[in-house]
Antibody, heavy 121, light 107 residues
């Protein structure tokens, strides 16, 4: 069955770095674009970043541009988010999400369970 | 950036009642709008796409309508499992944006 499993979350000090991973299974990972979406505690959803199927196209939200880098390894069915210069406001559950269904684009019909990132001294 | 404003913030209803949730966009998104349901501790669940199309496996009591800047998610008769937070999301322009959510709670 389709699975997205995030890992790499944890506690990091302001200004620090962290790398999230998302392991995909149950579908042909290299055929699908991927996204990171986050949710601060008790708050709503915020789209963070997008990567195309080959990794050639990447997009970022303004709040993370220049600090976060999205990448993927299709041979290992894995998605990554390298986060640097972390701030308290980056504290959130980070979800990897994708669009598996046909007939629509850039909606998120499959999500991982999320990884909590806490930025605090 | 397209801002999506959801109202009301909280909707208090009883099982069996009809729920009507609103999402208003700061500029036209055509019909490029989706709805999601999220329960505590869970990832969001994809409900509706392109304003009015139910996603695979979504019960018929969920329906979406609207175009341009004003959209509605209707739950015709609330089941106990429908009490949750609902978000709208637009894909008309980057960055993709979500509304702030409407919590549907048990009255």
């Amino acid at each position: 069955q389709v699975q997205l499993v995030e890992s790499g979350g944890g506690l990091v000090k302001p200004g620090g770095s962290l790398r999230l991973s998302c392991a995909a299974s149950g579908f042909t990972f290299g055929d699908y674009y991927m996204n990171w979406i986050r949710q601060a505690p008790g708050k709503g959803l915020e789209w963070v970043s997008y990567i195309g199927t080959t990794g050639d196209t990447t997009l970022y939200g303004d709040s993370v541009k220049g600090r976060f880098t999205i990448s993927r390894d299709n041979a290992k069915n894995s998605l990554f988010l390298q986060m640097s210069s972390l701030r308290a406001e980056d504290t959130a559950v980070y979800y990897c999400a994708t669009t598996l269904g046909g007939g629509y684009h850039y909606y998120f019909d499959f999500w991982g369970q999320g990884a909590l990132v806490t930025v605090s001294s | 950036e397209i801002v999506l404003t959801q109202s009301p913030a909280t909707l208090s209803l009883s099982p069996g009642e009809r729920a009507t949730l609103s999402c208003r966009a700061s500029q036209s998104v055509s019909d490029y709008l989706a709805w999601y349901q999220q329960k505590p501790g869970q990832a969001p669940r994809f409900l509706i796409y392109d304003a009015s199309n139910r996603a695979t496996g979504i019960p018929a009591r969920f329906s979406g309508s609207g175009s341009g800047t004003d959209f509605t998610l209707t739950i015709s008769s609330l089941e106990p499992e429908d009490f949750a937070v609902y978000y709208c999301q637009q894909r008309r322009n980057w960055p993709l944006t979500f509304g702030g959510g409407t919590k549907v709670e048990i009255k």
